[in-house]
């Protein structure tokens, strides 16, 4: 079981009950995938033909959903969430990347091959009656069990486990047909309106930066860059720079998914549902983001990506969010010289190419960079070399993501800008993807700026101690410009401010809201959601306002 370490913490009596129950879910699975054989041994009559027509029949609704099983295997690791219907999102990184997909998880295939062999092997070559009706009688007796295993599973909704105890009760056939429902954010009722006001404010002083020319703002996202990689030898570059610049201790992203991670960061939108914010970049109206507030203060507005156009939704998020202009695979001078075979391009070399095209440009500019060699499946260049005792290709990408930053930072440290900009380097998210509690989301976040007078204010003004999340990084953005956000929305605050903080987060059904005083986790369904503690107070204040007023604008457009 190749996910066998998840089960780490987890009791065996729970284990055995989880298998038990699980039963049931694979049972009421078995019924609604194999509808149609049913009602064909019922409706047509016992012949040869129909016999083989029912097989046949029972075969082609049975494949797919085994290959949706095994690729669940992976998926789950890479996601910590069962399979959905959310991976359309990614549809078109898929379609590009098929043939990198079937090579590197060769062995998904290979399964599904010999499971499909078993299939033709089995095809009835003669009439037999007592198959035929013993196949009828199989149906019928999913039938039966199945409406008995909803019951025993209403009674195991209300067990207390973790994310890993709770998936075991399901599978990723009915995850996915359950997911293929439309998932509109409703309205909730936790508090008064009167205290949803009070308690989403968020402290929005000016921190009265003083700057003797105009500031660049260059964002650095490092795909799966946690917390728990610094520190330890994977990334002497970044270690080095956070003891340079301002580097916050506890520090978190919004989400699981870099597709989460951009409205987080560039728009303060925070993760708290199911949907993903950037399949709303279609309608009308749209939060204020970084690039628009800098474009409307007179600033040249660029978003990198070294992957194909079209990954993710990135480039047609970023016209909707204000940046001029969009720079990714398609547009690098030398893609078939340095593709890395599966997502874009070599970390080191598209570093590279957005530096050079960043000095292009006049000044002031505000960019955001968005890395990828360290995404699976952890396509690094040649010249690159492994360590001896490295774990694994995961701890290997980011030797090689931080020897990439390296190498940009050397780079841009010759051009005529690079004195008059702020960095701020972040993580999209954890590469921990199962893991639980905090250490699932806690990301570095550095803010860096190589003059000295600068880097003094961002010092004296920071608080590195503080609790701190993706949705905060738009306010100090504009706090340190001294930008009025006017528009900006009310779930993130600057990290200049001086308070203890706090972060929320949202992940398959559970809100989680990490502070000083304590951690609160709770389900709508659930009695947890009585709480009325200060932060859990807090909590559902933020999320009344995110389902009541936030996304009801887009799903009344």
Known sequence: MNNHDLLKGISLNSIVKASFLGLGTDIITLIVINCLPFLCTILFPYTRLSEKLDYLIFALCNLPFILISLIDVEYFRFTGQPLSISVLNIKTDIRQQTISLVTYYWYISLILLLISVVFIIFIPRQASFTRYFLHKITLILLLIFGSQSISDLSVSSGIKENNIYKYMLSNATLSLIRSSRTTEVKKISLLTDAEVAKYIRRDSSRHHFFHQKKQNVFIIICESLSSECLFKGKTPFLDSLSQQGLSMKSFYANGRESIDAIPAILASVPKLSDNHFIQYVSHKTYPKTIGSFLKASGYKTMFFHGARDGSMGFKTFTRKAGYDEYFGMDTYPDKSKHFDGAWGIFDEYFLSYACQTVSKVHAPFHSVLFTLSSHNPYKLPSHFPLKKGEKNEMHTSMRYA????????????????????????????????????????????????????????????????????????????????????????????????????????????????????????????????????????????????????????????
Do not use: C
């Not at 340190?480 to 398959?508: C, D, Q, R, T, W």
């Not at 059904?509 to 859990?536: C, I, M, W």
């Open 402 to 557: 931080d020897y990439s930053l390296k190498k940009f930072f050397r780079e841009a440290e010759k051009t005529d800008w690079y004195q008059n900009t702020l960095f701020i380097i972040t993580g999209d998210h954890t590469h921990l993807q199962t893991a639980e509690g905090k250490e699932a989301y806690q990301v570095p976040l550095i803010i860096f700026h190589p003059d000295k007078y600068e880097s003094a204010q961002i010092k004296r003004k920071g608080n590195s101690l503080k609790i701190a999340q993706h949705i905060d990084i738009l306010p100090s953005v504009l706090d340190f410009l001294n930008i009025e956000e006017k528009k900006a929305l009310p779930f993130g605050e600057s990290l200049f401010s001086v308070n203890e903080g706090m972060a929320f987060s949202y992940h398959s059904g559970v809100y989680h809201l990490f502070s000083p005083s304590e951690d609160v986790s709770f389900t709508l369904n659930r009695s947890e959601a009585k709480n009325q503690t200060f932060a859990s107070i807090k909590l559902k204040a933020m999320l009344q306002y995110y389902h009541n007023t936030f996304m009801q604008s887009y799903h009344n457009h």
